[in-house]
């Protein structure tokens, strides 16, 4: 069965630096997709970042980076550069895929706060 | 271009009646998939429209919770007899075909059981 860990409920970073959010998940597919998410207080989900598993390098979208460890089981993001704007909740999510087509499953989120 | 959505944006109705909630998806997106969200908590996965297949219904909490699709567009789900514990957002998402496709989420239908 899918399974998405995120051990993190909450989150401090100072502005400017960097942070990482951790992520890791259970498959038993040989074949998925990750998949991170930000939704800000308004409530809306905004797509970060996609990570396949057979890709080979991690995943990058500006400022946003995906350490993918695939033998770990683990996705974590990492963002650079901390803006004020980037206080969110973050959620992991992944698609395994089959006959069925492709069921998506989040993990509880982390809330990230950054300082001035 | 037009994104997913979900009417209505509130709804406040007493414990016991039923409730229809409504998802329109990204024209041609062929998968749909229905989530519940409480306050503060990650997405619980509900259920998931892939064309024409029969639907991923393993997460629907219990048998008041059913949920259809029309014509491939547009979904409906229902909350028969609704509980208190049925408040939530619930947020409805479409995506084309593909592992690598991403979600585009719809605003949110806000439910509160009185």
């Given at each position: 069965?899918?399974?998405?860990?995120?051990?993190?409920?909450?989150?401090?970073?100072?502005?400017?630096?960097?942070?990482?959010?951790?992520?890791?998940?259970?498959?038993?597919?040989?074949?998925?997709?990750?998949?991170?998410?930000?939704?800000?207080?308004?409530?809306?989900?905004?797509?970060?970042?996609?990570?396949?598993?057979?890709?080979?390098?991690?995943?990058?979208?500006?400022?946003?980076?995906?350490?993918?460890?695939?033998?770990?089981?683990?996705?974590n993001?990492?963002?650079?550069?901390?803006?004020?704007?980037?206080?969110?909740?973050?959620f992991?999510?992944?698609?395994?895929?089959?006959?069925?087509?492709?069921?998506?499953?989040?993990?509880?989120?982390?809330?990230?706060?950054?300082?001035a | 271009?037009?994104?997913?959505?979900?009417?209505?944006?509130?709804?406040?109705?007493?414990?016991?009646?039923?409730?229809?909630?409504?998802?329109?998806?990204?024209?041609?997106?062929?998968a749909?998939?229905?989530?519940?969200?409480?306050?503060g908590?990650?997405?619980?996965?509900?259920?998931?429209?892939?064309?024409?297949?029969?639907?991923?219904?393993?997460?629907?909490?219990?048998?008041?919770?059913?949920?259809?699709?029309?014509?491939?567009?547009?979904?409906?789900?229902?909350?028969?007899?609704?509980q208190?514990?049925?408040?939530?957002?619930?947020?409805?998402?479409?995506?084309?075909?593909?592992?690598?496709?991403?979600?585009h989420?719809?605003?949110?239908?806000?439910?509160?059981?009185?």
């Amino acid at each position: 069965a899918q399974k998405i860990t995120q051990t993190q409920p909450g989150m401090f970073v100072q502005e400017k630096e960097a942070v990482t959010l951790d992520c890791t998940y259970d498959t038993s597919d040989p074949s998925y997709g990750l998949f991170w998410y930000k939704q800000p207080s308004s409530g809306e989900m905004i797509f970060l970042i996609y990570q396949g598993s057979y890709d080979q390098q991690n995943a990058t979208e500006g400022r946003y980076s995906l350490n993918f460890q695939k033998a770990r089981k683990s996705a974590n993001l990492v963002i650079s550069a901390s803006q004020l704007g980037d206080s969110a909740m973050y959620f992991c999510a992944m698609r395994e895929g089959g006959a069925g087509g492709f069921k998506t499953i989040f993990g509880a989120g982390t809330r990230l706060f950054v300082k001035a | 271009g037009a994104g997913v959505s979900q009417s209505p944006s509130n709804k406040v109705t007493e414990k016991g009646k039923d409730v229809e909630l409504r998802c329109d998806p990204i024209s041609g997106h062929t998968a749909l998939y229905w989530y519940r969200q409480s306050l503060g908590q990650g997405l619980e996965f509900l259920i998931y429209f892939q064309g024409n297949s029969a639907p991923d219904k393993s997460g629907l909490p219990s048998d008041r919770f059913s949920a259809e699709r029309t014509g491939g567009s547009v979904s409906t789900l229902t909350i028969q007899r609704t509980q208190q514990e049925d408040s939530a957002v619930y947020l409805c998402a479409s995506s084309s075909t593909g592992r690598d496709q991403p979600q585009h989420f719809g605003d949110g239908t806000r439910l509160s059981i009185l």
